[in-house]
């Protein structure tokens, strides 16, 4: 089963950049490619994606509020499974904010636009990371899947107590004389 993907950022060529680094792969489809926030919650309502890339600055609706808005979308459908979202933006260097703020809004993972050379090598270094940040949201999606029902952490600290236990340390007793 395909992958897929909805492209959402204000510069075609960037959107076509992207298109092209994901063209190749067998498992991956891009179903729809938009300029702005807006129009990318209407594409979502009607075409379910399984994945957005979403690049922050963007006229009107920015980055920010286009991935809020996706998150209320994945919460008002709990029948269907919930629209990952990978931040693409060349802030994300230069304003570490504005990723924290989107990874805590939700976001799955992020990318910064890559400055290569040339248009090639700067695509083919797009290609791997976000294919290989694609794939990794694949596996996520599909361990979670496999979850039962009672299987329930209470935090994410919980759970990373529960999956890399620290060793006990050894305490010792004062002996009684």
Do not use: H
């Given at each position: ?64 509020e286009t991935l809020r808005a996706i998150q209320k979308f994945n919460a008002s459908n709990p029948g269907f499974p919930p629209v990952g979202v990978i931040i693409i933006s060349s802030f994300a260097r230069k304003g570490a904010d504005i990723t924290i703020s989107a990874l805590e809004a939700g976001a799955f993972d992020f990318i910064t ?65």
């Open positions: 089963m395909k992958t897929k993907i909805l492209i959402v950022d204000d510069s075609r060529i960037f959107r076509s950049a992207i298109e092209e680094s994901l063209s190749g792969e067998k498992d991956i489809e891009i179903i729809g490619s938009v300029w702005n926030g807006a129009k990318a919650i209407e594409f979502i309502e009607s075409n379910q994606p399984d994945l957005v890339t979403l690049d922050v600055e963007m006229p009107g609706m920015d980055g920010l636009k890559p400055v290569g050379s040339g248009a090639k090598e700067s695509i083919e270094i797009l290609s791997r990371q976000l294919i290989a940040k694609i794939r990794s949201f694949v596996s996520m999606r599909i361990s979670r899947s496999r979850i039962l029902p009672g299987d329930v952490f209470y935090s994410v600290a919980a759970a990373k107590r529960q999956a890399c236990p620290r060793p006990r340390r050894e305490t010792r007793m004062p002996q009684m004389r």
